[in-house]
């Protein structure tokens, strides 16, 4: 009975938005963008391996906040994404988070309406509805619960089916494509289950926790393989790659926060007067009004504090920053230093305080005849319902789609249909907005602007060059450019997507040829790091583009001296070049772009894209489903038993 109940509270805090609103920011601009690309290039036959639709091209399945492969995105993806899809999606982890913290309060508290208490005090907490734009990170955050709970049960005792289900869990935290949100995870509850052994001074259990924890990461890594090898080789070559997080000074833990436990509109978030730390998504904590009170009650249960210390405790002093010292060291490791903005690890503190005012909620469950308990739940739902889901501006957009993003998107498409010249690829500012960012994935014209944090870092530094350079700007091949009114103007300075190179240079390295930006003329020479191919002007050299498709171009050349093709789509491993069949190789040029070089004659030069490990990826993670298919029915044939978690029972005390 109080697990359906749950189930209807959850599915009623998201009413609202299903109906009468709608994603924003990120929810629009990241994710219904990607995933929506995603499911019309599926339904259509093909996987979408590269878009040329944004940053002049872009290796878009590599990008692994696009979710592809995550299971519980598929139903969504086959039916087509639509914005009450992301909707949808959070609905269904928010019912993941609050059954996962349901379960693991019975274990840890024994009483079913403080399990219900404790669900709606994580999974319908302030974190989620302020990172509700974040669906990656919703989406990953929602099995932490179901992680601290399947750690606990390995150091009861070690199968190789449970072995298979912690892969699978592994797998579940990584393929919703937030790094940032595993990795806190992972992190926050391998300390909290050694630091739990040590307490228990049982090497047992530490020694079955650390196995249960190393096989949830190889293990959870290999069935996510089809996504994590290619999303390597990308993150190796975007922006990210040369980030450090001690150059960031935001996101940090401020104490202050803390009082949005009580007073919810204390920075004016949810007066619409925020005048707290920056980047308003991070410090808001409100999970009930109750929540406080019944903190206090809920020390009474040792291992309920103990947990809630170890998971949240050594989270905070990380997040505090430099100041405090933790960060120091663990920006150090791997992994650490190329994430950003430590308060979104908020969510291990928040499962902490969930699990204590669950114990809390029991002891005053003790005190009150059963339907004045079903009374106080009720109220505890009511409250973070007004509170965090009707109030909360960053839950939702109060206006529809349509209002919001689909007439400006209309209004661009029809200017690109009645343009007097056609409309080949639009330049236009970093962060330019049509509707939404990353417009382009649903308008389907070419664009050089985007928005993702693992941009190419070659591209990206082309395209910063060009800010102070404007001749750089023609060797975007953008036939036009977006005025600040967003509205279409002709480039006749623009330079064909592909043309033969006037003058090749040789410049000795990658960092000279990102110097030589800054005065560079595309038009007139090209930048090649050495050795360059050799490659001479004929004035009578011609090429034009045959076949363009989203993961390749065919052109068709005539010279009469060897050449070198400078092609306007940013360089990346798995470009190949064949002519006439016959694999060429290809350079980097301008630092950013393909050079194609060619000999005296003539012929049709193929340039396509292939993921260099996707298949490998696939192949792993193809193993590993199988090894744990296989895992799991042996486990079912030898002993049924082995997979019962033992949810009702009360977890022994060290």
């Not at 509700?132 to 955050?141: C, D, I, K, L, N």
């Not at 499962?351 to 005012?357: E, P, S």
Request: with cysteine; net charge neutral; charged share 15%.
């Amino acid at each position: 009975m109080w697990l359906l109940a749950l189930t209807a509270m959850v599915c009623a805090f998201y009413l609202p938005q299903l109906l009468t609103g709608t994603v924003q920011f990120d929810g629009v601009d990241v994710h219904y963008t990607s995933q929506r690309y995603f499911s019309d290039a599926l339904r259509s036959g093909h996987l979408p391996f590269w878009t040329p639709y944004v940053f002049a091209g872009f290796p878009f399945l590599a990008d692994l906040q696009v979710g592809a492969w995550y299971p519980l995105n598929w139903p969504f993806f086959l039916a087509g994404i639509t914005p009450a899809s992301i909707s949808g999606e959070l609905l269904l982890h928010s019912l993941i988070a609050c059954g996962g913290t349901y379960a693991l309060a019975i274990r840890l508290i024994g009483r079913p309406a403080a399990g219900v208490a404790a669900a709606i005090f994580y999974g319908l907490s302030g974190w989620f509805a302020a990172h509700s734009q974040h669906v990656g990170m919703s989406e990953a955050a929602a099995w932490l619960p179901w992680l601290v709970l399947f750690v606990d049960v390995l150091a009861d005792g070690l199968s190789l089916a449970r072995l298979a289900l912690a892969g699978l869990l592994g797998a579940a935290l990584a393929l919703p494509g937030h790094f940032q949100v595993a990795l806190y995870a992972l992190s926050g509850v391998s300390l909290w289950a050694l630091l739990e052994a040590a307490m228990c001074r049982s090497l047992q259990h530490a020694r079955r926790a650390a196995i249960g924890l190393a096989t949830t990461v190889s293990w959870g890594s290999c069935v996510a393989a089809v996504m994590l090898l290619p999303a390597l080789e990308l993150v190796d070559q975007s922006v990210r790659r040369d980030f450090n997080a001690r150059d960031v000074d935001l996101g940090y833990f401020h104490p202050e926060s803390l009082l949005t436990l009580v007073q919810p509109d204390h920075y004016g978030l949810i007066s619409g007067r925020y005048s707290g730390p920056g980047d308003i998504t991070q410090h808001y904590f409100y999970a009930g009004i109750l929540l406080p009170p019944l903190l206090a009650l809920g020390i009474r249960n040792t291992l309920v504090v103990r947990t809630a210390v170890l998971l949240g405790l050594p989270f905070v002093w990380y997040a505090a920053g430099p100041a405090a010292g933790l960060f120091r060291f663990v920006v150090r490791l791997p992994g650490f230093s190329s994430v950003e903005l430590p308060m979104h690890g908020w969510f291990l503190p928040a499962l902490g305080l969930a699990l204590l005012g669950g114990a809390g909620f029991a002891v005053v469950e003790q005190r009150l005849p059963r339907a004045w308990v079903a009374v106080l739940v009720t109220i505890l739902f009511l409250d973070v319902f007004t509170v965090n889901e009707l109030l909360n501006p960053l839950a939702f957009a109060r206006r529809g789609f349509d209002e919001l993003y689909g007439a400006a998107l209309r209004s661009f498409q029809l200017q690109v249909a009645s343009a007097d010249e056609p409309v080949e690829r639009v330049n236009g500012p970093p962060l330019s907005v049509i509707g939404y960012r990353n417009h382009a994935l649903q308008s389907y014209v070419e664009t050089t602007y985007g928005y993702n944090p693992l941009e190419l870092a070659r591209y990206a530094d082309y395209a910063a060059a060009a800010e102070s350079n404007q001749r750089l700007l023609d060797g975007l091949a953008a036939t036009h450019r977006l005025q600040p009114d967003l509205t279409l103007r002709r480039n006749d300075s623009a330079l064909p997507l592909a043309f033969f190179t006037r003058q090749v240079t040789q410049v000795p390295d990658e960092t000279s040829a990102r110097q030589r930006l800054a005065d560079l003329d595309p038009s007139e020479e090209t930048l090649v790091v050495a050795p360059a191919p050799s490659a001479q002007l004929d004035a009578s050299a011609v090429v034009r583009v045959v076949e363009r498709g989203e993961d390749h171009v065919v052109l068709h050349y005539r010279t009469g001296v060897a050449s070198m093709l400078r092609v306007a789509i940013p360089w990346f491993p798995g470009w190949r070049a064949t002519l006439d069949g016959v694999e060429v190789p290809i350079v980097i040029a301008d630092a950013a772009f393909i050079g194609a070089p060619v000999p005296a004659g003539e012929g049709d030069l193929r340039l396509a894209y292939a993921p260099r490990f996707f298949a490998w990826g696939a192949s792993i993670s193809v193993v590993a489903i199988v090894a744990t298919a296989a895992a799991l029915v042996r486990g079912y044939v030898l002993n049924r038993r082995a997979l019962r978690v033992a949810g009702s029972a009360s977890r022994p005390e060290c």
